[in-house]
């Protein structure tokens, strides 16, 4: 009975919540910050969405070419196995770092800026296929919405692919700090966000643009 009667504390002296500050975590800390950043981030792919949504009717291409004319729905479909691979090996970098394995994440980030580099040269590619067609932002409304959002998107992938290199030399130089982990965090974040910021254009902008 005694023994039971020490488990139950006595509700008039129990301490319900701890007064003492003890401190905010630091990686937690800079990654909650970052993701607000993406929110933000969010809100202007949003924007260009809707501006896209907008100016992807007929009329707004003023008898120019559409989306259904120069879209090559498997040529972007590489892209995406591109992007996607590239979130995967960032992703086995990361399993690497919980193991400490230094070699594994250089691995793992080299592995992501690989394939984020030839999503990149196959966008680059594009917009001058484009270009030698006379398809530019000035041809229509409609052919400037399509080209801003997409070319917004990949330089948010350029942006990543030198952060990637940012981060593969302050591992090999600094190892796994506080800072340097909480910078690989945030990464994650911003490339996984890349990648499903990509679905929406795939299927919004090329297949829809395709099919209309």
Do not use: C
């Amino acid at each position: 009975m005694s023994g039971h009667a020490s488990n139950n504390p006595d509700p008039k002296t129990a301490v319900l919540w701890d007064t003492e500050y003890h401190g905010h975590d630091v990686i937690s800390t800079r990654s909650l910050g970052f993701f607000m950043y993406l929110l933000s981030d969010g809100m202007l792919f949003a924007t260009l969405f809707a501006a896209y949504g907008v100016l992807s009717y007929q009329h707004s291409y003023f008898g120019g070419p559409t989306p259904a004319d120069f879209v090559k729905p498997w040529y972007t479909f590489s892209q995406t196995i591109a992007l996607f691979l590239s979130v995967l090996a960032y992703g086995m970098g990361m399993t690497a770092l919980k193991r400490r394995s230094r070699g594994g994440l250089i691995n793992g980030l080299l592995g992501a800026f690989v394939l984020g580099a030839l999503f990149l040269v196959l966008d680059v590619h594009d917009v001058m296929d484009l270009a030698s067609h006379g398809i530019t932002v000035a041809t229509s409304g409609g052919t400037s919405a399509f080209i801003i959002l997409t070319q917004v998107h990949a330089a948010h992938i350029f942006f990543g692919l030198l952060w990637i290199l940012v981060m593969i030399y302050q591992v090999l130089r600094l190892g796994f700090t506080t800072d340097t982990v909480g910078r690989l965090l945030s990464l994650r974040m911003f490339w996984h966000f890349q990648a499903v910021i990509w679905v929406f254009v795939y299927i919004f902008v090329y297949l829809w643009g395709y099919m209309s």
